[in-house]
């Protein structure tokens, strides 16, 4: 209907004119770095017929400038029309302001009263070049162009302007007056910065006017300590304004801040700056040998540099070579000089490396200082615990320049180790080299202690040796994943006496590195890997095997090891494990005496241990399983609807995403009744999930059960990259294969600020026994969720026979149901004295109406006339709400339909709906709601205000007597059973019964 409104009102528009030629927007002049600026508009066909040509004028300050034809086709109503420019110019001086008028003329133009605009151009100030920041201009010719708390705030203690505290989203920009570049001259923009939090990358946007832009990056390091200096160069094409904005670097939970000072441009000379001496790495040589030096050089400006000549000074004498080559415009070479040295005695010595370039701009920045030990090589065997004084022979080397690198901390227990500390989520991308060893000839080991923080990362570390011949490789390879201690363990074979290294290297994010009792030996040394029951937590757990898994971290083969395990601390079972273990291998030994993990309700923890000391390493005798869970299975009716994380302590989680950001957990947000906790799969991985959650058992008897569970996808956002794939399943083991049973399917579903959808299936079980619920989340999106709430399981039995008579007290309403409209502030329907009542008042303008409450289930028997008696008042500021009774096969206000919409009156009335059954006896849910949403209103801040009260529900056949025990007398040879509540049950319920009157038990 909308459409249709719009082309009607579109059509009666091209009635009212033939030729009508309007401005519909002015593009330029506007503020701009340019002088001689074009003019360009949007013109608009307000007419039945196309115009192909019109006069464009245009007027400064009330005088006429030009006057031009333009031959351009403009449809009827085309708002997409391509602009129009023209190719005469409006000249401004800078700071000058000026009224630009723009008219249309067209012959036959029925409408002249739309054909001209005006714009009122206010020019920018310029900036002197070169320009010079000082104390007086920073705050005249730069400003700022963000907004609320995104933009650049000034520092006046620091003389600098600054974005602090914010999160990767920085959006705010620096904004300067006009720079009268000279065209195509290079330009060097040199600044000052100081950063926390992680890298930084600038970007410098320049602005030349008629919506031409340039941008150039620049990524800056933390500064740990004070401002640091650094500059770019570019060729600008003329007068521009400058745009600097930022974004902050590493992963996106990260947080940090930015000081930008002293920023000038000034003209581009040559220029090569000398970035880091690569060779020799860290501070720390061997004496004796000889030491390669190599640094990195970088190349800022804007020309090519030929044939650099590049120099060091380790204390004995100046090495002078030249590169054969060209290092171009923003390029970076790594050289390592042909002539290296060696030194004779332990000692200290400052090495210097620099580069020497003809017309070198700026000679500050041409050389590096690194003061340099030279150690004899240690002897072997060699062992550290990092808090020896030896630790200053290992050299942290910041392979990614960020600033972090290893370093030498204490632990909980004092003791130091080597730890890369990661506060800022930052990619890890760093080296630890050790002192030089002089190892013989023959196989030894290296042997050392590992452990990560949060295991939430995604950290790799890696151990390399280094022989005489600087040839590396690699003797260990492992993601960490353990805030336990874990050993790292290689054996290696050493042809010929000699000098050698070790290097760790770690790389990833997100999480710390921490290494240990570091040792290249001949020792010997056994450790546990790996301890673990022969059941997984569960329900109803018999006594089961122990297993622990040991590794030999020596050099000779063991065997006849004491092994112990103990559960609870309780007392130590011991056996002798004969299995030969080589070096390197892990074997596996199972206890013969079972662990009794039989109690129910109880958590296990499981401890083993080696008892015969083989070497003097103990930090790897001992080892934990994962606690164990043998838990009381549920009972029907079973209901989780994931209130707090403790709900789910037996549910099982699995996913193949990231666990960091995806995958199935407990969340804290709005679930389907009003409550703050569902079971929630995240997926920011862009990859196609294949996760499960796994319920607690569930004790169910062969026969006929309901499940039912409410879902809803992505609250905020729709579409595909939103959309959620999932499955539930149920079946006898929590386990992927052990899902037997299949519920329900749903494909690329997306529901966006709409309620949550129930389910609602009925489960043939086969046998009895203990059942688990499998969610199965399949969703490709790279982003959104799926959150479950409401998980229900009920045996399927008939509904209460006729007569039924509402009970409104707290205990009667046990049996009914209430739905909320999926939010927070939604009324809900309360018992108030006997009564049931939904109460919205002025003071409840900002809560929207009420849910539906629904009854038990019915039983109707065939070819029957029923009678649903209601009885009720309603005082509203509204006539046209009413109480709407609903009716359906299966508890669920989604498929529940209006079967009855009963008047409205503030007196007490009884209204009575007669409905006829079919030739079939069925079962069937009543509900009750207003129809505040049925008509189309979706705003109700101020109302309707209302008070709706039901005195009585009765449901009953035509004509019938009330009362349960009279249906009952009426005897027959195919009698039903009912239980306690009425209810009609089946040949295989177990409990009281009521038959032809009489109570008795079924077993």
């Known amino acids: 209907m909308v459409f249709a409104g719009l082309a009607e009102s579109t059509t009666a528009l091209a009635q009212w004119a033939d030729k009508d030629i309007a401005v519909y927007y002015l593009l330029t002049p506007s503020a701009s770095p340019k002088r001689d600026q074009s003019v360009q508009f949007y013109p608009i066909n307000q007419g039945s017929s196309p115009i192909d040509e ?16 333009v031959h351009q086709t403009v449809v009827p109503n085309d708002w997409d029309s391509d602009p129009v420019r023209l190719k005469n110019t409006v000249h401004m001086e800078y700071e000058e302001e000026a009224d630009i008028k723009l008219e249309l003329i067209m012959e036959g133009d029925e409408v002249p009263n739309n054909n001209s605009t005006t714009m009122h151009v206010v020019m920018p100030r310029t900036m002197p ?9 920073r705050q005249v010719n730069f400003h700022d162009g963000g907004f609320g708390s995104l933009d650049w705030k000034f520092d006046t203690y620091w003389g600098a302007y600054y974005m602090s505290d914010r999160s990767t989203n920085w959006m705010g920009t620096l904004i300067s007056d006009v720079l009268e570049f000279p065209e195509g001259e290079a330009v060097k923009c040199s600044f000052e910065f100081a950063t926390y939090g992680g890298d930084v990358t600038l970007y410098f946007t320049k602005d030349y006017g008629d919506y031409e832009f340039e941008t150039d990056t620049v990524v800056v390091g933390q500064s740990t300590e004070d401002f640091t200096s650094t500059y770019y160069t570019f060729r600008a094409k003329g007068p521009a304004i400058m745009h600097i904005t930022a974004a902050l670097g590493g992963d996106w939970m990260a947080s940090g801040s930015i000081y930008l000072r002293n920023i000038c441009f000034s003209q581009a000379q040559k220029d090569l700056i000398a970035k880091k001496i690569l060779q020799p790495n860290g ?28 120099c060091y000074d380790a204390g004995f004498g100046t090495v002078t070579e030249t590169y054969q080559g060209t290092i171009a415009s923003g390029e970076t070479l790594d050289y390592t000089f042909e002539q290296g040295y060696i030194v004779d005695e332990p000692s200290e010595h400052q090495l210097k490396v620099w580069c020497v370039v003809e017309g070198d701009s700026d000679k500050d920045n041409d050389s590096l200082e690194r003061m340099i030990t030279y150690y004899k090589a240690v002897a072997f065997p060699y062992a550290t615990c990092f808090d020896e004084e030896d630790t200053n022979l290992w050299t942290p ?40 060893m002089n190892i013989p ?59 050698y290294q070790f290097t760790f290297v770690a790389k990833g994010k997100q999480d710390a590195v921490v290494i240990d009792n570091f040792k290249v030996d001949d020792g010997e040394d056994l450790g546990i890997t790996n301890v673990a029951f022969g059941t997984k937590s569960g329900f109803n757990l018999q006594p089961t095997t122990v297993t622990v898994s ?50 129910v309700n109880m958590v296990y923890d499981l401890q083993a241990m080696i008892l015969d000391k083989c070497g003097d390493e103990d930090i790897n005798d001992f080892g934990l399983a994962p606690l164990l869970y043998n838990n009381q299975p549920k009972q029907i009716p079973y209901h989780q609807n994931f209130n707090n994380e403790d709900d789910m302590s037996s549910w099982e989680l699995t996913s193949n995403l990231d666990p960091m950001f995806s995958g199935w957990s407990h969340s804290f947000m709005s679930g389907s009744y009003s409550t703050m906790g569902v079971l929630q799969h995240a997926n920011w991985d862009e990859q196609q999930a294949d996760s499960w ?4 058992g569930v004790e169910m008897q062969k026969g006929r059960y309901e499940v039912s569970y409410f879902h809803h996808e992505s609250e905020w956002f729709d579409g595909e990259d939103y959309e959620q794939s999932f499955e539930v399943k149920m079946g006898r083991e929590a386990s992927a294969e052990g899902m037997t049973i299949d519920i329900d399917k749903k494909e690329n579903v997306d529901v966006c600020f709409g309620p949550y959808e129930k389910i609602v299936r009925v489960v043939d079980i ?102 649903v008696t209601v009885g009720y008042s309603v005082d509203c500021t509204d006539h046209k709400l009413t109480l709407a009774l609903y009716a359906g096969n299966e508890n669920n206000h989604g498929t529940m339909t209006t079967v009855k919409e009963l008047p409205i009156s503030k007196n007490e009335i009884e209204y009575t709906y007669t409905m006829e059954t079919g030739s079939e006896p069925q079962d069937i849910y009543l509900g009750l709601r207003t129809n505040t949403k049925l008509d189309g209103t979706q705003d109700y801040s101020y109302g309707p205000y209302y008070t709706v009260t039901i005195t009585s529900f009765k449901v009953e056949y035509d004509g019938t007597v009330e009362g349960i025990e009279q249906l009952q007398d009426e005897a027959t040879s195919d009698a039903h059973a009912y239980n306690l509540q009425g209810q009609r049950v089946g040949s295989n319920y177990r409990g009281i019964v009521i038959k032809n009157g009489k109570k008795s038990i079924v077993r």
Request: aromatic share 14%.
């Open 766 to 867: 086969p046998e009895d026994g203990i059942y688990y619920l499998g969610f199965h989340c399949t969703s490709h999106t790279g982003m959104g969720y799926l959150a479950i709430d409401d998980v229900s399981i009920e045996a399927l039995t008939e509904g209460k026979a006729l007569p039924f008579v509402a009970d409104f007290s707290e205990e009667g309403l046990q049996d009914w149901t209430f739905y909320n409209p999926n939010d927070w502030n939604y009324l809900q329907w309360k018992t108030d004295e006997g009564v049931l009542v939904a109460n919205r008042t002025y003071d409840d303008q900002w809560t929207d109406p009420e849910g539906m409450v629904v009854a038990p289930k019915l039983h109707l028997d065939a070819n029957s006339t029923v009678n």
């Open 550 to 599: 040991y590794a030999n971290f020596g050099l000779s083969p063991q065997r006849d090891v004491l092994l112990g395990y103990s559960i609870n601390n309780q007392e130590m079972v011991e056996e002798i494990s004969t299995i030969e273990v080589l070096p390197g291998d892990t074997v596996s030994y199972t206890f013969n005496t079972l662990a009794d993990i039989s109690q």
């Open 283 to 310: 501070q720390a040589c061997v004496v004796g040998s000889e030491v390669k030096v190599a640094a990195r050089f970088y190349n800022p400006s804007t020309d090519d540099i030929v044939n650099p000549t590049f």
């Open 54 to 69: 019109f006069e464009a004028r245009v007027y400064k300050n009330g005088q006429l400038l030009f006057t031009e034809d």
């Open 397 to 436: 080397v910041d392979t990614n320049g960020d600033g972090q690198t290893f370093d030498f901390m204490p632990m909980a227990n004092n003791d130091m180790a080597a730890t890369f500390y990661n506060y800022a989520a930052l990619d890890i991308n760093d080296a630890l080299i050790s002192p030089v």
């Open 441 to 499: 000839a023959g196989k030894h080991r290296v042997d050392f202690n590992f452990a990560c923080y949060n295991e939430q990362g995604d950290v790799n570390l890696k151990l390399y040796i280094t022989n005489p011949e600087g040839e590396m490789q690699e003797l260990f390879d492992r993601d960490l994943d353990s805030q336990w201690w874990q050993t790292g363990y290689h054996l290696f074979d050493v042809p010929e006496e000699g000098l």
């Open 129 to 137: 070049y070169p320009f010079t920041w000082t104390e007086d201009n």
């Open 693 to 696: 959650a796994f319920s607690e």
